[in-house]
């Protein structure tokens, strides 16, 4: 079997994205380790996204041509997030929010389609996918609204924004290789469900850690006086 250097491109960024992922959820947010392995996460999941986006393209794989759209735009404004500063918006920001608007339109559209299908399926995906991937991106869109309105995002809120959607861009690619292929997996694999827990797990570990951020004082914010009478935050 030969494949074409945009798929081997887009297979070499995934399977790098999903192990960066793993490390870097791994380790405590904020170290060192994790900055590392996240780095590496964001730049390889950009780019297996957009390799799949076009791949799909070329095939007419419109479901494909979401879950990778979606997944650029939650990984892009994810490492924004983790990047700027607190109290801090721009011309990104609203331009992230028209993207996730109008993906999470499309999607929803493709959705009602599949739902009138004598099948209940478009394009081979069951309307309930459809409406949960539209439902991620509304959700998405929501909170950029927040953020442009609160003029930023701060505090446990915006690790809490920066966490859920890496850890969701990772779960639409571990679903898309361990559950929607695993045909590719040993039988042994399948059979001990040990494809459906690779495929789910990033769910999970956001659930833990989204819990941790909101009950536990791991991340919550403290002032510490500067020499000057100025008062720093930091995590």
């Given at each position: 079997?030969t494949?074409s250097?945009?798929?081997?491109?887009?297979i070499?960024?995934?399977t790098?994205?999903?192990?960066?992922?793993?490390?870097?959820?791994?380790?405590?947010?904020?170290?060192?380790?994790?900055?590392?392995?996240?780095?590496?996460?964001?730049?390889?999941?950009?780019?297996?996204?957009?390799?799949?986006?076009?791949l799909?393209?070329?095939?007419?794989?419109?479901?494909?041509?979401?879950?990778?759209s979606?997944?650029?735009?939650?990984?892009?404004?994810?490492?924004?997030?983790?990047k700027?500063?607190?109290?801090?918006?721009?011309?990104?920001?609203?331009?992230?929010?028209?993207?996730?608007?109008?993906?999470?339109?499309?999607?929803?559209?493709?959705?009602?389609?599949?739902?009138?299908?004598?099948?209940?399926?478009?394009?081979?995906?069951?309307?309930?996918?459809?409406?949960?991937?539209?439902?991620?991106?509304?959700?998405?869109?929501?909170?950029?609204?927040?953020?442009?309105?609160?003029?930023?995002?701060?505090?446990?809120?915006?690790?809490?924004r920066?966490?859920?959607?890496?850890?969701?861009?990772?779960?639409?690619?571990?679903?898309?290789?361990?559950?929607?292929?695993?045909?590719?997996?040993?039988?042994?694999?399948?059979?001990?469900?040990?494809?459906?827990?690779?495929?789910?797990?990033?769910?999970?570990?956001?659930?833990?850690?989204?819990?941790?951020?909101?009950?536990?004082?791991?991340?919550?914010?403290?002032?510490?006086?500067?020499?000057?009478?100025?008062?720093?935050?930091?995590?």
């Amino acid at each position: 079997m030969t494949y074409s250097p945009l798929l081997l491109f887009h297979i070499c960024a995934g399977t790098t994205g999903l192990l960066s992922g793993t490390v870097s959820m791994s380790f405590r947010k904020g170290s060192r380790g994790h900055r590392v392995a996240g780095n590496v996460f964001f730049v390889s999941m950009l780019c297996m996204s957009a390799a799949g986006v076009t791949l799909a393209l070329m095939k007419s794989q419109m479901s494909n041509v979401f879950g990778g759209s979606l997944t650029f735009y939650l990984v892009a404004t994810a490492w924004a997030t983790a990047k700027r500063r607190e109290g801090v918006t721009g011309i990104f920001d609203w331009m992230a929010l028209l993207v996730a608007l109008t993906v999470g339109v499309v999607i929803a559209t493709f959705g009602v389609e599949a739902l009138h299908n004598p099948s209940g399926s478009k394009d081979g995906v069951p309307a309930p996918m459809y409406f949960v991937l539209a439902s991620v991106a509304t959700l998405a869109a929501a909170g950029d609204i927040r953020m442009l309105v609160r003029g930023g995002v701060f505090g446990t809120q915006r690790i809490s924004r920066h966490l859920w959607r890496m850890c969701f861009a990772l779960f639409i690619a571990t679903g898309s290789i361990f559950l929607a292929r695993p045909q590719l997996f040993p039988e042994i694999l399948r059979r001990t469900d040990v494809i459906l827990i690779a495929g789910i797990l990033p769910l999970p570990l956001m659930i833990f850690w989204l819990l941790r951020l909101r009950f536990t004082n791991t991340y919550k914010r403290k002032t510490a006086p500067r020499a000057n009478g100025v008062v720093s935050l930091r995590a």
